[in-house]
């Protein structure tokens, strides 16, 4: 967890950059067309699973497996494993994560990021979207040459995320120990599956989304830090919170399948799984609480699911 102190500080100065920009960046936000975020709120009231990361889920026979919501981030107070995960992690007979990552599937991932003619982001971006874009994509590292022919939903997946993180994420992390423990990995996705959940939206939402980004980016980034302070304290409830706390026609759209298909999707290939004893998955947590969620899936297949670190 970091230190309350540097978490206050982390906020100042992002609500400061936010303030900045919305006092000498007027002429920026003109160009880009900037439009307000538009706040909404989100009834966690009636959530019947609103804690804890690691789940034990029971099946209707009895056989004892384990589901964790994790992050997509690098983050060290992400990645540190309490002693019961790693020990859950080891003892299990296999472990499912999103998509098996390998060589091939991390070149795939890059092959599916750029535009086949090499004018993704050039093509797509009115001058100033693309202009601020590329801006904001040399602190990932990403040089301009890279980023005009990257597709638009590559551009607003990668600034969606904090710069910086050099190491594997959490999901990585995982399957890394779970083949050290000589545990078979297996996917519930393709790579296709999940990278279509983006490639196959309009140009126009694509852009959308973009431009939601690049235009509240220094607040998005602050989101993320409540996100990462919600996710550590196993808070279920306040990560899907504020997860959904904003939405835009175009977000709606993309939460329809990266959330709520996808759910049905994988909780369909999981309950045959986890009637196998020692099962273990890992998904990103969004998938875990609400209406549709896993656990709630779960639960009314007959499975009995119960948070074991809260």
């Not at 990645?79 to 790693?86: D, K």
């Not at 196959?200 to 302070?229: F, I, K």
């Not at 779960?298 to 699911?305: D, I, M």
Request: glycine share 8%; aromatic share 6%; charged share 20%.
């Amino acid at each position: 967890m970091r230190r309350p102190e540097c978490t206050a500080l982390y906020r100042g100065i992002a609500a400061l950059v936010v303030a900045l920009l919305g006092l000498a960046g007027s002429a920026l936000a003109d160009d880009l067309r900037c439009s307000p975020r538009v706040e909404r709120a989100v009834d966690v009231g009636a959530l019947r699973h609103r804690a804890g990361l690691l789940w034990e889920v029971e099946s209707p026979d009895g056989a004892i497996g384990h589901l964790l919501g994790t992050i997509h981030l690098a983050l060290p107070e992400v990645t540190a494993l309490s002693p019961q995960l790693r020990e859950t992690l080891a003892s299990g007979n296999s472990f499912g994560m999103e998509v098996q990552f390998d060589a091939e599937a991390l070149a795939g991932v890059a092959a599916a990021m750029r535009a086949p003619d090499g004018e993704g982001l050039r093509r797509d971006a009115d001058p100033a979207l693309y202009a601020r874009a590329v801006e904001l994509l040399a602190a990932y590292g990403i040089d301009e040459a890279t980023a005009a022919g990257l597709r638009t939903w590559a551009v607003y997946t990668t600034l969606s995320l904090p710069p910086g993180q050099t190491a594997l994420p959490l999901d990585l992390q995982l399957m890394l120990r779970a083949q050290a423990a000589k545990v078979p990995v297996f996917g519930i996705e393709t790579l296709a599956e999940q990278t279509a959940l983006f490639a196959d939206l309009p140009t126009a939402d694509q852009v959308a989304l973009l431009r939601e980004t690049v235009c509240h980016y220094a607040a998005q980034q602050a989101d993320m830090e409540r996100l990462v302070d919600a996710y550590v304290a196993g808070d279920l409830a306040g990560l899907y919170s504020e997860a959904l706390r904003y939405e835009t026609p175009a977000q709606r759209r993309l939460l329809a399948n990266l959330l709520d298909a996808r759910n049905a999707r994988m909780a369909e290939r999981l309950l045959p799984r986890f009637a196998t004893p020692g099962t273990f998955v890992a998904v990103g947590a969004l998938h875990l609480p609400g209406p549709g969620g896993l656990l709630e899936r779960l639960h009314e297949a007959g499975f009995r699911v119960r948070a074991i670190d809260r």
